[in-house]
């Protein structure tokens, strides 16, 4: 049975959504594709996990201090939709990849387009980080959570990235 809890970011409230101890959903508001309100079951006790690990490593991350999320995930979709959020977890901090890229790293390079939708779809926001991926000349296309919020996130991650993290590549 899903539980929820909201709270607040940088980016603007964000609606944490477990099942059990583990993270199933982490939604921007107005954001597209954000299942309806039902889904995130019933108010959570923001003291419980994992609510408590995510808003801290949330906190981390965004005060430039966290790079990495470890927390328990459940990502529910198809099973090529979670093959491409788990290569979105390995898209390097402060960097970027094309959604063609994206396809060539699954083993698909024909498949750019399904990853953009699954890319939209990605349940997890910025823990499970899409806004790292961008179009093929690197402009920021589609955001589920609206291009402002992508460039904040990317620029945000930019000037946070060590000078080691940066030579990384995908």
Known sequence: MNTHVVIDSPVGPLTLVADGPELVGLYM???????????????????????????????????????????????????????????????????????????????NPAASRAVGLANGRNPIGIIVPCHRVVGSTGSLTGYGGGIERKRFLLDFERSHQSAEESAVLF
């Open 29 to 107: 508001a107005q954001q597209r594709h954000r299942p309806e309100e039902e889904t995130f079951g019933t108010p959570g006790d923001p003291g419980d996990e994992p609510f408590v690990s995510v808003a801290s490593q949330l906190r981390d991350y965004f005060a430039g201090d966290l790079h990495e999320f470890e927390l328990p995930l459940k990502l529910k979709g198809t099973e090529f939709q979670r093959s491409v959020w788990d290569a979105l977890t390995r898209i390097p901090y402060g960097e970027t990849v094309s959604y063609g890229e994206l396809a060539v790293e699954l083993g």
